[in-house]
């Protein structure tokens, strides 16, 4: 039961250009969002977060917007860098709890030159 | 600051051997989580620890596995009798988990591979 999806295993986006990866979820008690990045042979680097009372968090040039009526959230990157080329992660948790993290499969985002 | 770090970074091991996995959180953090990451797969949660406590054991995929914590710091992660399909990336992360919404910050992992 994968209750984080991410639907595209990979994305393949022009420099300077906007990427856009999305990300679903299915548990309602998640209140709490992150985002990834992960590199080969490296552990995940936290990006940015959002929390279920906002739809909106902007942290230079990414921004991730979140829809809860949809259980739906994506991560915008503009201008997208030869560096963002990675692996990107969705998590979600139910704060109040553990917190532990339940992780999407993961997108695959190569920029072109 | 020092980060999270694990060790070994690669363990390589003949099925049936036990092996330990070690992580040293970030310095003041008193959660610890354990994740793994098999092949093609996202992360999976294996255990939580608050402290030297473990609320949460409910990720752990038999009992071969079991992790403790000493000291509010350093985890030890131990599979036994290790089995082809224990062949993952080992994840720690830490979080200083003062108030909800920490964030979880990550190791480099172990590739362990069983052979």
């Known amino acids: 039961d994968q209750q984080v999806k991410q639907n595209s295993p990979s994305l393949s986006v022009q420099e300077g250009r906007i990427s856009i990866l999305n990300c679903d979820y299915t548990?309602?008690?998640?209140?709490?969002f992150l985002w990834y990045k992960k590199y080969p042979a490296e552990g995940p680097t936290f990006l940015i977060s959002?929390?279920?009372?906002?739809d909106k968090n902007e942290d230079g040039r990414f921004t991730v917007f979140l829809n809860k009526s949809a259980k739906h959230l994506s991560l915008h990157i503009v201008p997208s860098q030869p560096g963002d080329s990675a692996v990107y992660f969705c998590a979600a948790s139910a704060r109040g709890g553990n917190e532990k993290l339940t992780f999407g499969t993961g997108t695959r985002l190569t920029i072109i030159p | 600051g020092a980060g999270v770090s694990q060790s070994p970074s690669n363990k390589v091991t003949e099925k049936g051997k036990d092996v330990e996995l070690r992580c040293d959180p970030i310095s003041g953090h008193t959660a610890l989580y354990w994740y793994r990451q098999s092949l093609g797969q996202g992360l999976e949660f294996l255990i939580y620890f608050q402290g030297n406590s473990a609320p949460d054991k409910s990720g752990l995929p038999s009992d071969r596995f079991s992790a403790e914590r000493t000291g509010g710091s350093v985890s030890t992660l131990t599979i036994q009798r290790t089995q082809q399909e224990d062949s993952a990336v080992y994840l720690c992360a830490s979080s200083p988990q003062i108030r909800g919404g920490d964030t979880q910050y990550f190791g480099p992992g172990t590739r362990l591979t069983v052979l």
């Open positions: 959002i929390s279920s009372i906002k």
């Open positions: 548990n309602s008690m998640f209140d709490y």
